[in-house]
């Protein structure tokens, strides 16, 4: 079956930087989108950035753009996303999801579990 796991969360301060990994199996990875999304506590699960499924175009939502790099590496079946000059707002936990579409909602086909991510200011 599919699955998606995602690593690299934890504890950073403000200004700081942290790589997460989610790494595919069971799919075709190659064929597929990636995107992140997180939740916060108390609120809705958001957008974050996505990647085509040749890794040409990425998409980020306002909040992050310029601070998160996403990025895929098709022969390793994992995408990553890069985040820095991290903010207190940044604190949620960060899900992974594929889609055979580049979706700006929610309507993913496949979620990882998800990794925490929190500021420690």
């Known amino acids: 079956q599919v699955q998606l796991v995602e690593s690299g969360g934890g504890l950073v301060q403000a200004g700081g930087s942290l790589r997460l990994s989610c790494a595919a199996s069971g799919l075709t990875f190659s064929r597929y989108a990636m995107g992140w999304f997180r939740q916060a506590p108390g609120k809705e699960r958001e957008f974050v950035a996505h990647?085509?499924?040749?890794?040409?175009?990425?998409n980020y939502a306002e909040s992050v753009k310029g601070r998160f790099t996403i990025s895929r590496d098709n022969a390793k079946n994992t995408v990553y996303l890069q985040m820095n000059s991290l903010k207190p707002e940044d604190t949620a936990v960060y899900f992974c999801?594929?889609?055979?579409?580049?979706?700006?909602?929610?309507?993913?086909?496949?979620w990882g579990q998800g990794t925490q991510v929190t500021d420690s200011s």
């Open positions: 990647i085509a499924s040749s890794g040409r175009s990425t």
């Open positions: 999801a594929a889609d055979r579409r580049m979706l700006w909602s929610m309507d993913w086909q496949y």
